[in-house]
């Protein structure tokens, strides 16, 4: 099939094109894509260790990533490899280590109760924008410290309901920058006063610390081992890797999580149960199964720059290899009844980290992991026992294709039936 027919049909329909590769090649094949060139697909837990555990200077990750970089830019942990990766990721570590999440705890439960308030009743409404509220004001909080910051807040949901149509893919793929490309120039203003607010904030943080626990006082306090900070572009690339791709992240994975629940209705019930009694246990299993059965995004990818002995095949330098999210989480022989959601696989058991990866693997899986998986338990936990909801129209969400995230279709359309008074205990604790 022609390169150009390939990207079309990855565009269009990612999953079934994924399925029928799958069904016809294996575990193991090669897709060839408009401007984005070769790709070799890997869907067993054994290639994608390999890939994994392999020499960073042998696969990039960040190269890998390069289609990103016009959004994070260029020194973000997303786009980089080799020493300054590792520089990078040690500088920004202590901000999302696992103890910190406690102190966040407080502000995800504040924002998720003031937004759950103002959810309509007895009509339908979608919850994605909902979540994607609740995530973008706890990274705004964690990360600056320093309330909504409505004007940024705007401009950032402007920027990502703009750049979220899937045509951006299209130029990304050509190695050109969209905001720059017809018909997306006139968003590059919109990216340009985002960067100058944040400019304007790392300026007057420099000027006047704060001395705060935020993200950004933790980022301007840190230096590696020869005594140098980040820089201030380095501060804005990473920064933006958090407000944009952190925060749409985890808000689609909640949207699907709460899709999954309420097409559900036997496991919501026990998730109820369960949580009455104090537990997290079913809940941490209901957010790992919503995460194999709806990753957020279907591949990770890895840039060759030397030969690389994959299996029995020799990959030589150029090719992207990329271990595929979707297909290996949905692999009968590691997880029967794969299209079942079914949380209680989980129940005293852990992922294996080459057959479980949504957040990715190796060195590279990603940073903000912990993060995201506590705020998603704290916002369950925190709607879960109030409300009683269902599907809009009766009927599981489709997977539709939202840059290169993958989001339920009408934004999982619910109807919210009662929303009970928060409870005195929960408030006192």
């Known amino acids: 099939m022609p390169a150009a027919a390939q990207t079309a049909r990855w565009i269009a ?3 079934p094109y994924l399925d029928e590769c799958a069904r016809k090649f294996g575990d193991i094949f090669t897709l060839r894509w408009v401007g984005a060139g070769t790709m070799v697909m890997v869907c067993s837990p054994e290639l994608i260790k390999q890939v994994f555990t392999a020499d960073a200077d042998v696969l990039h990750a960040g190269e890998g990533n390069n289609l990103l970089e016009p959004m994070v830019g260029k020194h973000s942990l997303l786009t980089l490899d080799g020493a300054e990766h590792l520089r990078q990721r040690r500088l920004l570590l202590p901000s999302f280590h696992g103890e910190r999440m406690q102190a966040y705890a407080g502000v995800m439960r504040e924002v998720t109760e003031a937004s759950l308030e103002k959810w309509p009743l007895d009509e339908p409404f979608a919850l994605h924008p909902l ?7 706890v990274i705004l909080k964690t990360v600056f410290g320093m309330g909504e910051m409505p004007e940024l807040r705007e401009k950032l949901v402007k920027l990502l309901n703009l750049s979220s149509n899937p045509l951006t893919i299209v130029p990304a793929f050509m190695r050109l920058d969209f905001f720059n490309v017809v018909p997306w120039a006139g968003i590059s203003k919109l990216k340009h006063a985002i960067d100058t607010m944040i400019y304007e904030e790392i300026a007057r943080r420099r000027a006047k610390p704060t001395g705060g626990n935020d993200v950004l006082s933790m980022m301007l306090d840190a230096h590696d081992e020869a005594g140098e900070g980040m820089s201030d572009v380095e501060i804005r690339d990473e920064l933006i890797t958090l407000l944009l791709a952190g925060h749409e992240t985890t808000a689609t994975a909640l949207a699907w999580t709460f899709e999954r629940l309420l097409a559900n209705p036997v496991t919501l019930e ?14 941490e299993a209901v957010i790992k199964e919503s995460l194999r059965v709806r990753p957020i995004l279907p591949i990770v990818a890895r840039f060759v720059k030397k030969p690389f002995q994959l299996g029995g095949w020799e990959i030589p330098p150029g090719v992207r290899i990329t271990p595929c999210i979707y297909l290996v989480q949905r692999r009968e022989d590691l997880y029967p009844e794969p299209e079942k959601f079914k949380p209680e696989r989980w129940i005293g058991g852990k992922p294996d980290p080459y057959a479980w990866l949504p957040f990715g693997g190796g060195v590279r899986r990603c940073l903000g992991m912990a993060f995201a998986l506590f705020e998603m338990k704290v ?14 129209d009766g009927k599981p969400a489709k997977v539709v294709r939202r840059s290169i995230t993958l989001a339920p279709s009408g934004g999982t359309k619910v109807v919210l039936e009662e929303r009970r008074k928060k409870d005195a205990r929960a408030r006192a604790a």
């Open 270 to 283: 026990r998730l109820r149960a369960d949580l009455a009694t104090g537990s997290d246990e079913y809940l």
């Open 13 to 15: 329909r990612p999953l």
């Open 379 to 392: 916002v369950l936990a925190t709607v879960i026992p109030r409300v009683r909801m269902r599907l809009a």
């Open 131 to 137: 979540t994607q509220s609740i995530t973008l004001d």
